[in-house]
């Protein structure tokens, strides 16, 4: 099993970034798949972003294109949300997945940390 524990998360105001970290312990963590979601109020989990294991290729969301970067330390066995020029609606609880392959559906994803809570204020 994977365990994966997110940190990072913070109040912030508009423009501004933060930097979220995900740590997985457990199976190798380079063989997995990882993934940024969110899930603001009332709403559903949402893509973000996420890297495969084997090439590292990367995918966004249009929402967070240009802002946001996902990135991956196998040493540190960490993937990274780099957010950049925050705005109100990017406020959720950002969680951090795991899966064998990587794509935009949460169900996809086998493994999933707690979140951590993000809010962008005006």
């Known amino acids: 099993q994977v365990q994966l524990v997110e940190s990072g998360g913070g109040l912030v105001q508009a423009g501004g970034s933060l930097r979220l970290s995900c740590a997985a312990s457990?199976?190798?963590?380079?063989?997995?798949?990882l993934a940024w979601f969110r899930q603001a109020p009332g709403k559903e989990r949402e893509f973000v972003t996420a890297i495969s294991w084997r090439s590292s290729n990367t995918l966004y969301a249009d929402s967070v294109k240009g802002r946001f970067t996902i990135s991956r330390d196998n040493a540190k066995n960490t993937v990274y949300l780099q957010m950049n020029n925050l705005v109100p609606d990017d406020t959720a609880v950002y969680y951090c997945?795991?899966?064998?392959?990587?794509?935009?559906?949460?169900?996809?994803?086998?493994?999933w940390g707690q979140g951590t809570q993000v809010t962008v204020s005006s």
């Open positions: 997945a795991a899966d064998a392959r990587y794509g935009y559906q949460a169900s996809q994803y086998d493994y």
């Open positions: 457990g199976r190798a963590f380079s063989s997995y798949a």
